[in-house]
């Protein structure tokens, strides 16, 4: 049975039943929620990160050197990496999707800013995304940074479990994050990018209740397990 681990913030490590390791959106180092810090991460095959922003890519490229993973993302920030010698690379791209060693990974559009962080010359400048992922037979969707989409339409049926951002102000808010689990109809849904500050301050317990019935809504905390 494959597994999801919180992190805080939008950082998550998955885990197959055969022991394959998958880093989401590392921010542990200066991440203010996570429970852990990089080094403590362990093992890692793959990395894959939504997009550039610092609180989902900071830790991406270190993470990567030090445990030999492979970097999945969006061409442009994957061509980033390569110049920071990052040898470990897959690029995918919007609507695009690749079966790796865990299962089949594809990129969905996200709705959100385009800055890499670390890259000062500013080439390397990518449209954001999510990620639509096997774990075991399972089918897992990291919204990334994003507003609400009629894009998100297109995943009704296809999701067990939602990952979205609730914090409002810079992504989409409980509102609309309760219609966007009204478009996809997942099984389980997992409020993230909240509360890690004050601009993105939010209860989780408020979006649960307006998602209601129409699916299962896992507040997790820093350090906790979802068994698939």
Known sequence: ????????????????ADGIRIAVDPYFDDNPA???????VGPVDFILCTHGHADHFADAIPLAKETGATLVSTFEIVAFAQTQGLENVHPLHIGGGWEFPFGRAEMTPAHHGGLVHGDETGCFTTVPGGFLFDLDGKRVYHAGDTALMLDMQLLKGKVDVAILPIGDNFTMGPED???????IEPEVVVPIHYGTWPLIEQDPERFKEMVGDRAQVRVMN?????AL
Do not use: C, Q, W, Y
């Open 1 to 16: 049975m494959a597994t999801l681990t919180f992190h805080g913030h939008a950082t998550f490590t998955a885990e197959t």
């Open 34 to 40: 996570s429970d852990i810090k990089r080094a403590e």
């Open 177 to 183: 994050a309760a219609r966007a689990v009204e478009f």
């Open 222 to 226: 820093p350090g906790d397990v979802l």
